[in-house]
Structure formats: C-alpha cells, structure tokens
C-alpha cells in the first residue's frame, strides 16, 4: 500500500448523569487502507467474511480507547458457520489496528470460542475465553464485555462506517444503557450532557517487516534448515497478523539464526 495509512478520530465523553463512557469514530478512511492492503495482496474477502473484519476491527479500536493507553489487545474468535477464524488486533501506544480471516486448516468444533489477550508493560498478559452464539460481530463483543469484562457495554453500528460503544462506569444508570436505541444514539448530544475525555487516533498498519517475521520460523529453521527450504534458494514467509508476503532467502535465514544464538 503506497503513501502513511489515515488516522481516524476515536472520541471519548463521560455522559454525565449517567455515568457512562461514550464512544463514537468514523471507520469509512480506515476502510479505505483496509481495501487497499487487501488489494495489493491480490485478496479478496467473502463479502460476509469481510464485513465481520471490518465490524471486529471497529469493535477493537473502539474497546483500546475506553481502555488505558499502555495496553495492546489482540482478539482471536473461532467461527464454526462459517468455519473460520477471525484474528484482530491493536496497540493504543502505536495507536494502530490490524487484522485478518484464516478459513484454511481451521478445526471443527462443538462450541464457537473467543479469545482475548491483554497485555501491559511490566505485567503478565492477561487472557480470557468465552463461549458465544454466532451472529452479528457487535453482539458478539457485548458479549465478550459482559463475561469477560464483566462491564455492562453496548455497541452500536450507525450510518456511513460510524459506530459506537456505551461502557458503564461505577454508578451507572444501566436500565438507561440497556433501553437506548440506535436513534437514541444518534441524538444523545441532544439529550444528554456530554464531557470530553479524550480523543485518540488509530491507523489500520501493522509494522511488520522481515526482522519481525524471521522469529517465527526460527525454531523450525534451526531444526531442519534443508526441510525448510526443499531445496529452493528462497523462502516466502506469511505475516500471521496482516497477510502481507515476504521473500526471504536461505543466505538471510542463515544470518538471522547466527546472530540470534
């Protein structure tokens, strides 16, 4: 993809009287440089399996700016109608977002899964796992607030890519958060007193390079350098965030593994 991917606005206010956090960003430029990564890669998503990506990669931008701003956040769900696995994560330090689908290799099983890894400076991750009921992705993520976080929180998808995140905070009018409609949304700075918190920027990139990615073949490099290879000069290797494809050769690899002893 050419050119710095765009920054969206993530807005946080504090919905005073109600003691909620509310959550609102445009995703329509993000969705852009998500059309474009794609595009170069030469890939193009299922229409169905898309539109989860990009409602995930919302839900996630949305949950790291209600969340403090040292903490990176990865997601993996496990859908099994479709049988795939959707992967997303973000770094509120970075301030960016990055995701992919897997329908290949992906293993049948009784119950649908969702996993969170939260990690933070200087503490061990954090990991949960909840079971859920497919569906749209943003009940999906109410879901995973409501057992995982044990926070009552909704989401709502408005027009032109917005969307939106209600999180409760101590004190909070809850049967005013479960009763709000999409239109009671839309017109809450008309209703409610609203106080900025803050407002962060994200960017659908991912960082990655051949230095990032060398690490993740390492073992088996060292293993069964040969096997590896199969008797060609070169190697592609797969980001496991992104997709994106690099071309390695057997000489880099080589070099890679004696400066890693």
């Not at 959707?86 to 996993?115: C, H, M, N, P, W």
Request: with cysteine; hydrophobic share 40%.
């Amino acid at each position: 993809m050419d050119g710095d991917p765009t920054a969206i606005a993530v807005t946080s206010r504090y919905v005073r009287g109600r003691d909620a956090l509310f959550l609102t960003a445009s995703f329509a430029e993000l969705y852009v440089d998500y059309y474009l990564h794609w595009m170069d890669l030469g890939w193009k998503l299922d229409p169905a399996l898309d539109e989860l990506l990009k409602d995930a990669l919302a839900a996630l931008t949305l949950h790291l700016t209600a969340r403090p701003i040292q903490e990176s956040i990865a997601w993996t769900v496990n859908f099994q109608h479709p049988l795939a696995n959707l992967f997303v994560t973000g770094d509120s330090v970075s301030q960016t977002v990055i995701g992919r689908i897997f329908t290949e290799d992906v293993k049948e099983a009784e119950k649908s899964l969702f996993y969170s890894t939260v990690n933070r400076p200087g503490q061990p991750a954090r990991r949960s796992i909840i079971e859920f009921e497919e569906g749209d992705f943003l009940d999906i993520a109410t879901r995973y607030y409501e057992q995982s976080e044990q926070i009552p929180a909704r989401y709502f998808r408005l027009p032109e890519d917005a969307f939106a995140l209600l999180v409760a905070t101590p004190g909070c009018d809850v049967a005013w958060l479960e009763s709000l409609t999409i239109e009671d949304v839309q017109n809450i700075e008309k209703t409610e007193t609203l106080g900025l918190m803050e407002k962060r920027e994200f960017r659908f990139l991912c960082g990655c390079s051949v230095n990032r990615i060398l690490p993740a073949i390492e073992s088996m490099a060292r293993s069964d350098l040969d096997g590896l290879f199969a008797g060609e000069e070169t190697l592609q290797i797969s980001c496991p965030r992104c997709a994106r494809r690099y071309k390695v050769s057997r000489e880099l690899v080589e070099a890679f593994l004696a400066r890693s002893k």
